[in-house]
């Protein structure tokens, strides 16, 4: 899913939606466009496409200060924080919200 700003493109997330997983697998807002709502508007149309059913995300440590607020004041919750999960010496954050 692509959003975009005054039609251009402005940022990016990657969904997975199967009958085993729904998940934003990458959630990306190019550095000019950021806190202009683009991040919102792309994490409610994110939601919106996934559906109702339980929505995963994880964030690395190193993100976790840009995108926490964003994904709180979306309903997702935190279930686990793994360390070296997909780098050494980096904390994964996992999140999900819904049934």
Avoid: H, W
Avoid at 22 to 46: E, H, N, Q, W
Wanted: a positive charge; glycine letters at 12%; proline letters at 3%.
């Amino acid at each position: 899913m692509v959003a975009k700003y005054l039609n251009r493109p402005a940022g990016v997330a990657l969904l997975k939606k199967s009958d085993l997983e729904r998940k934003i697998c990458t959630f990306y807002i190019f550095p000019d466009y950021r806190c202009k709502g683009v991040g919102a508007r792309l994490m409610a149309d994110s939601i919106s496409f996934l559906g109702e059913k339980r929505i995963g995300i994880s964030v690395s440590d190193r993100n976790l200060g840009q995108l926490g607020p964003l994904i709180g004041s979306n309903g997702f919750k935190l279930d686990a924080k793994l360390e070296g999960f997909y780098r050494a010496g980096v904390s994964e954050f996992f999140f999900s919200r819904g049934i």
